[in-house]
């Protein structure tokens, strides 16, 4: 059964950091592109970063690129988005998904919260 | 960006009756030799995460039931739910996959 775990949540002060983690089980992690995608409280899906199986290519979306880093660890099959400079609209809960090709993101974690203000 | 812009913004529609809902894609996002498009369509209920119901527009993923169904080519595409059922309230998402940088449309209420 696929699972993803995400964790790292929490509240921040505008111009922190905070590092989110997605741990996966039960499929193949470093054979599918992942990605984090965030909902700010009462609104709709932002795609925010991908990144390919192999970790050699990374995404991000124009409003947090230069601020946030997607990587992955495939000894500890987990995900990673390493938020820098966070600001008040960067308040949402953040998913990790796994993509399968042609499919789309066909799994979701649960999501955790992310709360920046003073 | 490819912009999807989802219509109504909201639906309220009766027990057993069929839901329709619109997402019309900035441009074309048939994909490959087989000109499927690149587009899929999720359900996500108050405090939980998104579900995955459609993909390459019209394909049903497992344990998806058959009243959910989906059509469309190109940039005009249409989720349709045939007998709507109180289990079925939720806000529905289009999103095109033909680029790795992923968009959503804004999203449909549907309501009982």
């Known amino acids: 059964e696929v699972q993803l775990l995400e964790s790292g949540g929490g509240l921040v002060q505008p111009g922190g950091s905070l590092r989110l983690s997605c741990a996966a089980s039960g499929f193949t992690f470093r054979s599918y592109a992942m990605s984090w995608v965030r909902q700010a409280p009462g609104k709709g899906l932002e795609w925010v970063s991908a990144i390919i199986g192999s970790g050699d290519d990374t995404y991000h979306a124009d409003s947090v690129r230069g601020r946030f880093s997607i990587s992955r660890d495939s000894s500890k099959n987990t995900l990673y988005l390493q938020m820098n400079s966070l600001r008040v609209e960067d308040t949402a809960v953040y998913y990790c998904a796994k993509e399968t090709l042609g499919k789309s993101d066909d799994y979701w974690g649960q999501g955790t919260l992310v709360t920046v203000s003073s | 960006d490819i912009v999807l812009t989802q219509s109504p913004d909201s639906l309220a529609v009766s027990l057993g009756e069929r839901a329709t809902i619109s997402c019309k894609s900035s441009q074309s996002i048939l994909y490959g030799p087989d000109n499927k498009s690149a587009l899929s369509w999720y359900q996500q209920k108050p405090g939980q995460p998104p579900r995955l119901l459609i993909y390459w527009a019209s394909t049903r993923e497992s344990g998806i039931p058959d009243r959910f169904s989906g059509s469309g080519s190109g940039t005009d595409f249409t989720l349709s739910i045939s007998s709507l059922q109180p289990e079925d309230v939720a806000v529905y998402y289009c999103?095109?996959?033909?680029?790795?940088?992923?968009?959503f449309g804004g999203g449909t209420k549907v309501e009982i």
């Open positions: 999103q095109q996959y033909l680029t790795i940088r992923r968009t």
